[in-house]
């Protein structure tokens, strides 16, 4: 197994992954504000997640991998103002925070099965540890971390600096920080990048959401809720955290800044950003409203999984642009690859290989390999699968490399079935012509017929009674 190698935003380097002191990785992701339905976009950075995952998996490693669930706290300004998202669709649809949390969690499941995404660990939800919250919240004010203001309490970005010797926001860049310097919407915060960790409710009772504390009744901020949950159940110091490129100006480094203040341990070692998916070359966001969910897509016909491929054909640093042309090359790819690969599961043709053909398979697996462990480099890697498709190894040797590689793709090559039905009697013709050219030993004219009606949908697969023609399910 070669090694894996991953950007680390904190250094901006390409670094080789290692544990550090314990046995097991432990991965987190920001999950989804479940106010409304996850989108194409949100779903390309867990499907990195998601590749990442079976990449450690694929190399040995095994992973807890948690992925949050934000069910309140998260503002409609990323400033800490605004509206809470979930109170406020709730709002709009006159129903209560609590049913739209559990209404768009439950689809955001389904999208994330339909998308043959593994499930983590857990999936911890933020209104499932406000104690937690507010105990990380009372240990960085026994610090001296905090202060109060007429909305809430904050985090002191200036004193973190000032008592841990450490930089504010090193994930950011420099524009990044000056355009957080830029917004001071509350007047009464000491610093403009100081955070809410806790906010009152405005008039209590008004809230489908909000909590007893310490400090008078309201809700966590939505920062808190990542370090909380993250060091609950992966420990003070882990190994990977991942989001979308949005999050590295201000989300994770307030993650970082409240995590270490309050334990003084470095909080998570590599940190990877996903480049943001664009729909028609515009920026997508729920609040521009350009979004679409994985249904739009199922509504049109498109199966989810070509989605994934067109996820997979760009690298997870480089930005892609979703348009339905795009979308339909890949259906178009993606049938292909998986015809192809149902059409390679007959193994009885395994045949003795020569040592070249032997080298052959081992360098296929090595490229694979060596793509798929170099920064997650889809794209390289599926360049080698299909090669591997088209070169003259064995039809079994090919079935079982698409196994292995697809445990990291992860496009449902394995549990892909073929349906029965009617066969229209021109099919049914050629696989008669098929079977007496296989008689005649004319195998390269018979395996014509078959690759030519594998590109019309149908297989046809040798077994003990004959062959058998299937129709090859979408
Ligand atoms: P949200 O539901 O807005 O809290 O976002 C959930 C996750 O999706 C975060 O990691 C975001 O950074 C990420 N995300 C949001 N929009 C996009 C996009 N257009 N492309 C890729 N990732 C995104
Ligand atoms: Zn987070």
């Not at 249904?295 to 979703?322: C, E, V």
């Amino acid at each position: 197994m070669a090694d894996i190698y991953l950007t680390n935003s904190l250094t901006g380097k390409k670094e080789k992954f290692e544990l550090h002191n314990s046995k097991e990785v432990g991965m987190y992701a920001c999950g989804p504000t479940v106010h409304n339905f996850a989108t194409i976009g949100n779903f390309r950075t867990y499907t990195v997640a998601d590749i990442l995952f079976r990449l450690l998996g694929y190399n040995s490693f095994y992973t807890k991998y948690v992925m949050n669930l934000t069910d309140v706290g998260h503002l409609v300004g990323d400033a800490d103002t605004g509206d809470d998202k979930v109170e406020e669709s709730a709002k709009k649809k006159g129903k209560t925070a609590w049913d739209i949390a559990e209404y768009y969690t439950k689809i955001f499941l389904k999208d994330f099965e339909a998308l043959n995404l593994r499930k983590p660990w857990i999936f911890p939800k933020a209104t499932d540890h406000i104690e937690e919250q507010i105990d990380l919240i009372k240990v960085l004010e026994e610090k001296g971390f905090t202060y109060k203001t007429s909305d809430g309490i904050y985090f002191d970005t200036k004193e973190f600096e000032e008592k841990t010797g450490r930089k504010y926001g090193e994930l950011s860049t420099l524009d990044e920080v000056l355009e957080g310097a830029r917004v001071r919407e509350n007047p009464e915060k000491k610093n403009a990048r100081d955070f809410a960790l806790w906010k009152f409710s405005k008039k209590p009772g008004e809230r489908h959401m909000e909590w007893e504390s310490p400090w008078g009744i309201g809700f966590p901020g939505w920062h808190i809720e990542c370090s909380a949950m993250s060091m609950k159940y992966l420990g003070e110091s882990f190994d990977i955290h991942i989001g979308g490129e949005d999050l590295r100006s201000t989300h994770h480094p307030n993650e970082i800044a409240q995590s270490e203040a309050a334990t003084d341990k470095p909080f998570v070692r590599y940190w990877i950003h996903v480049t943001f998916l664009k729909v028609d070359g515009k920026r997508m966001s729920k609040s521009l409203n350009n979004f679409y969910t994985i249904s739009d897509l199922q509504k049109k016909g498109f199966d989810p999984l070509a989605l994934r491929y067109l996820y997979l054909t760009a690298h997870y640093r480089d930005s892609l642009n979703f348009t339905w042309e795009s979308l339909k090359a890949a259906q178009t790819a993606f049938d292909k690859l998986r015809s192809q690969v149902v059409g390679y599961r007959e193994k009885s043709s395994r045949t003795t290989l020569s040592p070249e053909k032997q080298k052959k398979i081992d360098d296929f697996r090595n490229r694979f390999t060596l793509a798929v462990c170099d920064d997650i480099n889809t794209p390289r890697a599926l360049a080698a699968f299909w090669e591997m498709l088209k070169s003259n190894i064995p039809s079994g040797d090919k079935y079982d490399l698409a196994m292995s590689f697809d445990e990291v793709l992860g496009l449902g090559l394995q549990g892909f079935q073929t349906q029965k039905v009617e066969i229209p009697i021109e099919v049914q013709k050629l696989a008669e012509e098929r079977e007496a050219l296989r008689k005649a030993e004319k195998f390269e004219d018979a395996d014509k017929i078959r690759k030519s009606m594998l590109e019309e949908g149908y297989l046809v697969e040798d077994t003990p009674e004959g062959p058998k023609v299937n129709k090859i399910q979408k």
